[in-house]
């Protein structure tokens, strides 16, 4: 279980995160939503290891994991899809993935097969290099990339921007199998309000650099987390 306590973070002087607090647990999708420039990805970043906290805790699988470093995140089981993507345009699909298997002992350098079954594209364009897939595409080779690592905590940032309906719904399939499985905890950041509702088990507010709402899909009072996301 992942479990962050009274969070700051500062960029110079700049305020980004405000005590922020949220859990993610295993089996259980926790969506992190508001408007652009909030702190959510400044949140990933966070938790990812590729920005460091003033203050606050971040404690996963029962341990502080503050001074780890991104690929000491990576090697506990902790995967990052960022917003943007950001595959290696010149590599080939299959290339993409592979470069998932840095965390991972020899015995485990290989690509699951769960990742061609939730993402068949992949499998029909192993040859073709990254740069040439549609922006749908190359969000399923991200995702792909990261499930190669095995991961126990799956980050992901705005996986539907800019994608195509059909895209999105197969991402959301992937999305809820995964969570079905009992074993990742996957941490949503997303915009879209129904994709997130449909998806969450629980949610999380951001404004300024705050949490501002917080609910489980039981107690959502939808109203209030509307009003939230848009202040």
Do not use: H
């Not at 001074?67 to 506990?76: C, D, F, I, V």
Request: charged share 25%.
């Amino acid at each position: 279980m992942l479990d962050v306590k009274n969070i700051d973070l500062y960029y110079g002087a700049a305020q980004a995160l405000r005590g922020v607090s949220m859990i993610a647990e295993p089996g259980k999708v926790t969506c992190v939503m508001g408007r652009n420039g909030v702190g959510k990805t400044s949140l990933l970043r966070t938790l990812a290891g590729q920005r460091i906290p003033a203050r606050g805790t971040i404690t996963f699988d029962g341990r502080e994991i503050n001074a780890l470093k991104p690929y000491e995140r990576a090697q506990a089981g902790i995967a990052l899809v960022p917003q943007g993507r950001e595959i290696f345009p010149l590599l080939t699909v299959e290339e993409n993935l592979k470069t998932g298997f840095a965390p991972l002992p020899r015995s485990e350098s290989y690509i699951p097969d769960d990742v061609f079954s939730l993402f068949p594209v992949l499998s029909d364009m192993l040859r073709r290099r990254g740069g040439d897939l549609s922006g749908g595409q190359q969000q399923q080779l991200a995702i792909g990339r990261a499930l190669v690592m095995r991961p126990k905590l799956l980050l992901l940032d705005e996986p539907t921007e800019g994608i195509q309906p059909s895209i999105i719904k197969d991402i959301g399939r992937a999305i809820s199998y995964l969570r079905g499985l009992g074993q990742m905890a996957i941490v949503l950041v997303e915009q879209y309000f129904d994709f997130a509702r449909e998806l969450g088990d629980r949610f999380v507010a951001m404004d300024r650099g705050s949490v501002v709402y917080s609910c489980t899909k039981a107690d959502m009072d939808e109203t209030a987390l509307r009003r939230a996301i848009s202040l």
